[in-house]
């Protein structure tokens, strides 16, 4: 529609709107300069590596080695491979409901089936862990947590995350914990879940990357800690799959993480205006439910009030985009039926004009 002339509000891309900052991008031209543009090794640079560890040790509390994490082409590619390590054909893997849907299709590329727990925006979509107890069954073999979460934008409690450990060190389970939204939190406390004690984080794989904190989505560099037996495993899949990441982008990462803490707070700031400005219009629209989310740069607000048997969610996203113009997101693609996403990663300008089309169609 873009391409034919037609102005399109774009709220359905979890992508921050600003340039990925200068010194990153010149670290990289530099790296390039320098003749870093050869293979590295499979798991990625010593120096980047060893960054990361201290990144984990020092902002998420884990107890990191350098030759425990792993440097991918991105979290997305963390997961897969986290998945494919770990999970053996029958395998069920838990997944809090509403959640990315990358990880149903990744944990069914992986041969697992996906168990899901519904949460719901009365508790912020965390899970009752008594439905996760009623969910693990003898073929349970993990359970995945994303929080800050895409794409609800809840925020577990520490008290939640220690339960969901509990749960995983009684039956042996394993926790895949993606934390790539770690530096969008708005309210709430943030909780590693390898730093909770050692025995969790030796049956936890923490996932990140710098896409979502440092704008360099298009980088394409995420990594994944692990314990020793499981790195090894992720770096031996990586070696046949992708092998190293960008040589280059490596160095861009390296200097990501020495990013002061005024400007990473200062971003979230931005986002957190961008969330109370998105959540307020939303509010004006009657019919439509939105709670303030913690975290991550999505609103999911509930739009059931204007579903019937012959509109469900998809098809209102349909309308949403042709006759008002604003791309969003269908909440069942998340398995969150009657909800759409909304990215709050864009101009204050868009938030506005974007939501006040939204209303506009719902009520002629």
């Known amino acids: 529609m873009k391409a034919s002339g037609i102005d399109v509000i774009t709220l359905s891309v979890g992508e921050p709107d600003f340039n990925t900052p200068d010194p990153i991008c ?50 997305k590619q963390s997961v897969y491979q986290t998945l494919q390590v770990l999970i053996n054909p029958g395998d069920e ?29 009365a508790n912020g979509f965390a899970p009752s862990i008594d439905d996760l107890r009623a969910a693990i069954t003898d073929r349970t073999r993990a359970i995945i947590v994303n929080s800050p979460s895409n794409p609800t934008g809840g925020v577990y409690s520490r008290q939640v995350m220690k339960e969901i450990a509990a749960v995983a060190l009684r039956h042996g389970l394993w926790v895949i914990s993606d934390e790539i939204y770690e530096h969008l939190i708005y309210e709430g406390e943030r909780t590693s879940m390898a730093a909770l004690g050692k025995e969790i984080a030796e049956q936890t794989i923490t996932i990140s990357g710098f896409s979502k904190t440092y704008s360099m989505t298009g980088w394409r560099v995420g990594y994944a800690h692990a314990p020793k037996p499981v790195a090894t495993a992720l770096s031996n899949l990586q070696d046949q799959v992708t092998s190293n990441p960008t040589s280059f982008a490596q160095y861009g990462a390296l200097q990501a993480l020495q990013t002061p803490a005024e400007e990473i707070a200062a971003m979230r700031e931005s986002f957190r205006v961008r969330r109370d400005l998105m959540v307020k219009a939303l509010r004006q629209i009657p019919g439509v439910s939105v709670d303030v989310p913690a975290g991550a740069f999505y ?66």
């Open 26 to 75: 010149e670290a990289a031209i530099a790296a390039i300069r320098k003749g870093h543009t050869k293979y590295t090794a499979s798991a990625g640079i010593p120096e980047l590596r060893a960054a990361i560890a201290e990144h984990l040790r020092s902002f998420n509390g884990i107890a990191a080695d350098p030759s425990e994490v792993i440097v991918s082409c991105g979290a």
């Open 299 to 364: 609103a999911f607000p509930d739009f059931s009030a204007f579903l019937s048997e012959s509109c469900d969610d998809v098809q209102l996203v349909n309308k949403l985009l042709e006759e008002a113009g604003v791309a969003t997101v269908p909440g069942s693609v998340f398995s969150g039926p009657g909800h759409i996403r909304l990215s709050y990663a864009v101009s204050p300008d868009e938030i506005e004009r974007g939501v006040a089309r939204i209303g506009e169609a719902l009520t002629r």
């Open 93 to 121: 893997v838990i997944l809090f409901a509403p959640y990315w849907m990358t990880y149903r299709d990744q944990v069914n590329l992986a041969g697992g089936t996906v168990v899901e727990v519904a949460t719901s925006a």
